[in-house]
């Protein structure tokens, strides 16, 4: 059975912390993402890495990093969380070497996602 | 540029009725288009998606969409709604990366 885990599934951080998700996925995947999902505004990429070291800017990149070190580990950093960083983060895994470069019929697997309360 | 709409943002139905959640995608090359469902405290899980093979797709938990070109749609359909179809679903176009509607969340009234 395929499988995408996040360290938790709550998180409650102070401003101006600086913030890990882990994502590690078993299934030997090359793409790895993450989202925020927020009510209203469904599922919005934030970064994703095709390759390990390789990463590229979603649409929301901004205030996050992202760290691939080994290839079934996915890492989002919130250098210094914020209040507008309250969200559902989502990781996700997929096999396709060249979706980058075309439409991918692959599907992504998803993690049960980390909510994350920055107060 | 891709993207898709979802029609409505909560849709309730009584348990036995049909369910029609409707899709539709804007795309200049032919699309890939999933359907993801989201249950309460959970991560998504694929339903369904269309990869231009037969235009009427089969997924699971009895639930299918078809895919019409004229009408730029990939309406997912049930035709008897259960309790336990009570959750967010999410349509999705492939242009490499996923690009998702909104969401649609689902009652189902006993």
């Known amino acids: 059975d395929v499988k995408v885990t996040q360290s938790s599934r709550y998180l409650v951080k102070r401003t101006g912390e600086k913030v890990f998700l882990e994502c590690v996925q078993d299934?030997?995947?090359?793409?790895m993402f993450w989202y925020r999902q927020d009510p209203g505004l469904g599922l919005r990429l934030i970064y994703f890495?095709?390759?390990?070291?390789?990463?590229e800017k979603g649409d929301i990149p901004e205030g996050y990093s992202v760290s691939r070190e080994k290839k079934e580990r996915f890492s989002l950093i919130l250098e210094s969380a914020s209040t507008n960083q309250t969200s559902m983060y989502l990781c996700?895994?997929?096999?396709?070497?060249?979706?980058?470069?075309?439409?991918?019929?692959?599907?992504?697997?998803f993690g049960p996602g980390t909510r994350l309360t920055v107060t | 540029a891709q993207s898709v709409t979802q029609l409505g943002s909560h849709v309730s139905v009584s348990e036995g009725a049909l369910v029609l959640l409707r899709c539709n995608y804007s795309?200049?090359?032919?699309?890939?288009l999933f359907w993801y469902v989201q249950y309460p405290n959970q991560g998504l899980q694929l339903l369904l998606k269309?990869?231009?093979?037969?235009?009427l797709v089969k997924g699971i938990n009895g639930f299918e969409a078809e895919f019409k070109k004229s009408e730029t749609s990939f309406h997912l359909t049930k035709p008897s709604a259960h309790m336990s179809d009570a959750a967010e679903y999410f349509c999705?176009?492939?242009?490499?990366?996923?690009?998702f509607g909104k969401g649609t969340k689902l009652s189902v009234k006993p």
């Open positions: 269309y990869t231009s093979a037969a235009t």
């Open positions: 299934m030997d995947h090359e793409n």
């Open positions: 999705a176009v492939s242009v490499g990366n996923l690009i």
């Open positions: 996700a895994s997929s096999t396709d070497r060249h979706f980058m470069t075309s439409r991918s019929s692959y599907e992504q697997y």
């Open positions: 890495s095709y390759d390990v070291k390789m990463k």
């Open positions: 795309s200049s090359v032919p699309p890939y």
